[in-house]
Nanobody
């Protein structure tokens, strides 16, 4: 499975941006896809995830109510709609795929991703 993230850019605080993650290769119904981000000088952190089959959704508390994750199974593409962006959202955003997803997996912070794409940079100016 190969993943390609796109859609990053420079925006102002309060603006919106939509990231896309195009997948190539087989995406089985037991997969989940997710977004992670890494800000300068910080560790990579979980942002959101969606199960490929049922569309179960998980968000980090820091983005709940502002970010929306979705997927288009026909296009094998995942999206991250980011609204009300804040300077602290500035980071490189990565998409990833989990080949061994099970329901509720991410509730306890167990992010066992198997495939990673290259990141796309999001910069939010104040």
């Amino acid at each position: 499975v190969q993943l390609q993230a796109s859609g990053g850019g420079l925006v102002q605080a309060g603006d919106s941006l939509r990231l896309s993650c195009a997948a190539s290769g087989p995406i089985s119904n037991n997969y989940a896809l997710g977004w992670f981000r890494q800000a300068p000088g910080k560790e990579r952190e979980f942002v959101a995830a969606i199960s490929w089959n049922a569309g179960s959704i998980y968000y980090a508390d820091s983005v709940k109510g502002r970010f929306t994750i979705s997927r288009d199974k026909a296009k094998k593409t995942m999206y991250l709609q980011m609204d009300s962006l804040k300077p602290e959202d500035t980071a490189v955003y990565y998409c990833a795929a989990d080949a061994t997803y099970y329901y509720g997996r991410y509730v306890a912070g167990n992010y066992g991703m198997d495939y990673w794409g290259k990141g796309t940079l999001v910069t939010v100016s104040s």
